[in-house]
């Protein structure tokens, strides 16, 4: 079966420090994987979707930036962070053929100080 | 541009109470409609989903969910509520062509036994 996994569950950092979260999938090959945030009464807001190694499309202009070194694996980062970087970060993937169908892992809780 | 709204940001029920979630969105393209529950301590999943046919969609835990294209909506009930359905909602839209999901806001369910 498949999963998904996110680290670190959460993190405090301070502004201007840089930024990496991580997300691997298990079990599947050439997923999509997409990178969300959540903040709290707006729901989940697309940021990055890729749909291979070294695709990426960002959706929002930002202070983040994403890459996928591998199949599997998708990764968010920042150089500088903004105190407006804070929020829950949510990665899934879906299924090349079926891109709405999205599994969502636990998600990083990210607090810029 | 495309939304998803969700007209209740936090709903109490008694536990057997019916429930209706309800979700607009606007976009006059096809779409593909769905529903996300988040539990408390667990990953955001599937609920339910509609892509074509009948209207009226049944998912998971009793859930069923109607498409009603004149108005734009995909609300979600049940006929009867149980504690164990304490968790958070979202609505989503898939846009045919762009390929990615809009979600709702989120509505916050608190059931009370």
């Known amino acids: 079966s498949q999963t998904i996994h996110q680290w670190p569950a959460t993190l405090v950092q301070p502004v201007g420090s840089p930024l990496s979260l991580e997300c691997t999938v298990e079990?599947?090959?050439?997923?999509?994987l997409y990178w969300y945030r959540q903040a709290a009464g707006r729901g989940l807001q697309l940021l990055f979707y890729?749909?291979?190694?070294?695709?990426i499309s960002s959706e929002v202009p930002q202070n983040l930036s994403a890459s996928r070194p591998q199949d599997r694996q998708f990764i968010l980062s920042s150089k500088k962070l903004l105190l407006s970087d804070s929020g829950f970060y949510l990665c899934?993937?879906?299924?090349?053929?079926?891109?709405?169908?999205?599994?969502f892992g636990p998600g990083t809780r990210l607090t810029v100080t | 541009a495309q939304s998803v709204s969700q007209h209740n940001h936090h709903v109490i029920l008694s536990e057997a109470a019916s429930l209706e979630l309800g979700c607009n969105y606007s976009?006059?393209?096809?779409?593909?409609l769905f529903w996300y529950v988040q539990y408390p301590g667990q990953h955001l999943q599937l609920l339910l989903k509609?892509?074509?046919?009948?209207?009226l969609v049944k998912g998971i835990k009793g859930f069923e969910a109607e498409f009603i294209k004149s108005k734009f909506s995909f609300n979600l009930r049940k006929p009867s509520v149980q504690w164990s359905d304490t968790a958070e909602y979202f609505c989503a839209v898939g846009l045919s062509h762009t390929g990615k999901l809009i979600f709702g806001q989120g509505t916050t369910l608190q059931v009370k036994p």
């Open positions: 890729s749909v291979g190694i070294g695709q």
């Open positions: 899934a993937w879906s299924v090349s053929g079926k891109i709405y169908e999205q599994y």
């Open positions: 509609y892509f074509s046919g009948d209207p």
């Open positions: 976009y006059g393209g096809t779409v593909n």
């Open positions: 079990g599947t090959s050439n997923p999509n």
